[in-house]
């Protein structure tokens, strides 16, 4: 008699897209496209930084990735339009047997503006999450990014002792590269406790944001209470046109204030707009 023939557990996994579009109509910056399939949405948008600045929510309705999640996610800015794009909450990138994909491109055109600010990103110990940005500018386009990562759970006790976390990110001006970087993390690795790695510290972030600003600035965006208080590790470096800031930090909460406060010194000097934080934020 046969033996029975084993059969493959079925995990199901979400794959979802969600693509955007925006242009500038007279004085607005209004929706040109949008599209999605399965579980991406974007709220209504808003203005509630007037006309110029079209908002928009991304919102992934499960409200975490796990396995075999695929969610592609892409949206263009026309010449002179600004889109502003965050989340309403954490995403969480759950404990899984096989790795979860996110793929972001983003493009933005001569003369236009995007703000990508999404809340931070949770990894769960055990989760597999891999991530893939591309960012185009064209001519003298404007970008402000950041992300946040935190690893584990600290206040629940979980340290990222298993899974892994991995990220690319590229952006180009003009096809030509301007930011190359590659991210890799693994479950109990000595750079999560390492001086010359994480310091022990389970969240990590990184702006990035076109322009140069001047050495009065950038002394003022280092003396941040933030850091003078100890509460996030942090600095910034001036290359040829972009600005980079990283921090670490023991609470997501703080390094998400660290980037804020950062985010209202600089966009005034390099967007030529006043900061005025999403609703979003304070809920």
Known sequence: MNAPVATPLFTPSWHAELELGYGRFGASTR????????????????????????????????????????????????????????????????????????????????????????QESIVYAGAQAELSTRIDLEGDARLCYWDIIALGRPASGERFDNGHFQAHLDIYRDDQLLWHERQRIVGNDGLL??????????????????????????????????????????????LPGLLVARCLAGEALHARAWLIELWRLLRPELLGRDAVPPRIWST
């Open 31 to 118: 929706p040109t496209l949008r599209r999605h399939l399965g579980p991406l949405r974007v709220q209504k948008h808003l203005y509630g930084d007037g006309p110029q600045v079209c908002q928009h929510i991304i919102v992934h309705p499960p409200g975490g990735i796990a396995g075999g999640d695929r969610l592609h996610i892409s949206a263009a800015v026309g010449t002179d339009a600004w889109a502003q794009l965050t989340s309403p909450g954490a995403a969480k990138w759950y404990r899984a047997n096989g790795p979860a994909y996110q793929q972001l491109k983003l493009k933005v055109a001569a003369g236009a503006t995007l703000e990508w600010l999404p």
């Open 193 to 238: 406790d390492s001086a010359i790695g994480l310091a022990g510290q389970p969240v990590f972030a990184t702006l990035l944001i076109s322009g140069e600003i001047d050495a009065e600035l950038l002394e003022r965006c280092r003396a941040l209470p933030a850091v003078t208080s100890g509460q996030v590790r942090g600095d910034l470096s001036q």
